[in-house]
T-cell receptor, first 113, second 112 residues
Framework: KAGVTQTPRYLIKTRGQQVTLSCSPI?????VSWYQQTPGQGLQFLFE???????NKGNFPGRFSGRQFSNSRSEMNVSTLELGDSALYLC????????????FGPGTRLTVT | AQSVTQLGSHVSVSEGALVLLRCNYS??????LFWYVQYPNQGLQLLLK??????LVKGINGFEAEFKKSETSFHLTKPSAHMSDAAEYFC??????????FGAGTRLTVKP
């Protein structure tokens, strides 16, 4: 069974631009969560989607948004990029809500210049 | 608010020595507890988890952890370190959803 895939793996953007990251969960998994990982703040929860609905949200500004499609694939979008948005963005999938066994993708490394 | 503290941002052991990575959580309600490992340029891999039941949990690659409610701890151990264990390890807690709170991480170095 294929694991969680994230595209692209690396991305360089300029301050003020917007970016969209994609995550394909493991087949059969319906819950997708997003995390931001930085050296300073560590791993922080962004949001979780299940059945195309955002179920939970972390403490991030409205510039960070996401969505989930009917096939459970998810995208996250960051608008008006700031230098501080440079990070590794990790996607994790699980079978359902309140399923504590999450499987992580390799991440997308975003660099904002 | 729930939080996780990992004692020691860097731990160095010799190959064959005991690995002990410390994790404490702050909550009066026992959470669900996890240990993840992250190798360079990769995502996180679940090592083991505690939800209910037996407090000694065995995971992959010879790792195990014991949930001690009285100490609010969930330390990760491995009897004999291997070079391939060198990585960053994260302790995490969750209560009733997939909103996991991670510790700051402990980088494990294994010396030959």
């Amino acid at each position: 069974k294929a694991g969680v895939t994230q595209t692209p793996r690396y991305l360089i953007k300029t301050r003020g631009q917007q970016v969209t990251l994609s995550c394909s969960p493991i087949s059969g998994h319906r819950s997708v969560s997003w995390y931001q990982q930085t050296p300073g703040q560590g791993l922080q929860f962004l949001f979780e989607y299940f059945s195309e609905t955002q179920r939970n949200k972390g403490n991030f500004p409205g510039r960070f948004s996401g969505r989930q499609f009917s096939n459970s694939r998810s995208e996250m979008n960051v608008s008006t990029l700031e230098l501080g948005d440079s990070a590794l963005y990790l996607c994790a999938s699980s079978l359902a809500l309140q399923d504590y066994e999450q499987y992580f993708g390799p991440g997308t490394r975003l660099t904002v210049t | 608010a729930q939080s996780v503290t990992q004692l020691g941002s860097h731990v160095s052991v010799s190959e064959g020595a005991l690995v002990l990575l410390r994790c404490n959580y702050s909550s009066s309600v026992p959470p669900y507890l996890f240990w993840y490992v992250q190798y360079p340029n990769q995502g996180l891999q679940l090592l083991l988890k505690y939800t209910t039941g037996a407090t000694l949990v065995k995971g992959i690659n010879g790792f195990e952890a014991e949930f001690k409610k009285s100490e609010t701890s969930f330390h990760l151990t491995k009897p004999s370190a291997h070079m391939s264990d060198a990585a960053e390890y994260f302790c995490a807690v969750s209560y009733n959803n997939n909103d996991m709170r991670f510790g700051a991480g402990t980088r494990l170095t294994v010396k030959p």
